[in-house]
């Protein structure tokens, strides 16, 4: 189905790039938690699974939207009032900008830099792949392994090109133990002096290496949870222009 984004430019709904790494016992995992546990509920002689004799299957689900899978974030993740993350769209496709880093080697640490944002176009959300771009990314434990994260000062470059929401293939933009500081959060959401409530972080996303660099349209959609983060599946696609 085409989308018009004017009289020239559309998308194909019906072609998208899947970005999400999906919850499961064997996928990816951060902060030091265990698997997620999908499990059949068994309560007073019901049987919530066919393939042990019940009638359907009716499972529990046991898992940290943080920690296990794509995942969406707000504000609400570092501040003393709940803010649940879908409260913060009014509309959920965005003009997209897909840039490849290496991320740089600094006192031990893996960082992506303001310099290597520099070259950017304006847009309202940035998706960052990081190299090397592996497919154990879908089930890697970054739990004690010092995982890359973003340099404070990127926020800056973030402000000025407008983007409200921000795409990551890594667990956190933040390093992984700082004390508690998170500086990239509070910076990117202004946090606690006047929180930015429209603006976003998706992590551990995936982005296939044959998806080139440039401009997208990104369909960012989430669960309804009342939660500062959500579970998210972020779509990308291609802008086409009308023969």
């Not at 959060?185 to 202004?190: E, I, K, P, Q, S």
């Amino acid at each position: 189905m085409k989308f018009y984004l004017d009289r020239d430019w559309f998308i194909d709904t019906t072609v998208f790039i899947d970005l999400s790494i999906g919850v499961s016992a064997q996928g990816v995992r951060a902060w030091y938690l265990n698997s997620p546990r999908i499990t059949p509920v068994m309560e007073n002689g019901f049987v919530g699974s066919v393939a042990e004799g019940g009638a359907v299957n009716f499972r529990d689900i046991y898992f940290n939207p943080h920690g296990h899978g794509t995942h969406t974030e707000s504000h609400g993740h570092i501040s003393k009032e709940i803010f649940p993350v879908s409260a913060c769209f009014d509309q959920f496709f965005f003009d997209a900008q897909l840039l490849t880093v290496m991320p740089l080697l600094i006192d031990g640490d893996r960082v992506i830099t303001a310099e290597q944002l520099a070259e950017l176009n304006a847009c309202e959300a940035l998706v960052i792949r990081t190299e090397p771009n592996d497919l154990n990314k879908f089930t890697v434990n970054y739990s004690d392994t010092n995982p890359t994260y973003m340099d404070v000062a990127c926020v800056e470059v973030l402000n000025k090109l407008g983007v409200k929401h921000l795409l990551v293939d890594i667990p956190s933009v933040d390093k992984e133990i700082d004390g508690g500081a998170l500086a990239f959060h509070h910076a990117f959401w202004n946090v606690p002096e006047q929180p930015i409530t429209n603006r976003t972080i998706t992590e551990l996303i995936y982005v296939p290496n044959e998806v080139e660099d440039g401009l997208y349209i990104l369909e960012l959609q989430l669960s309804n949870f009342d939660n500062d983060a959500a579970p998210s599946r972020p779509l990308l696609y291609k802008k086409r222009k009308e023969a």
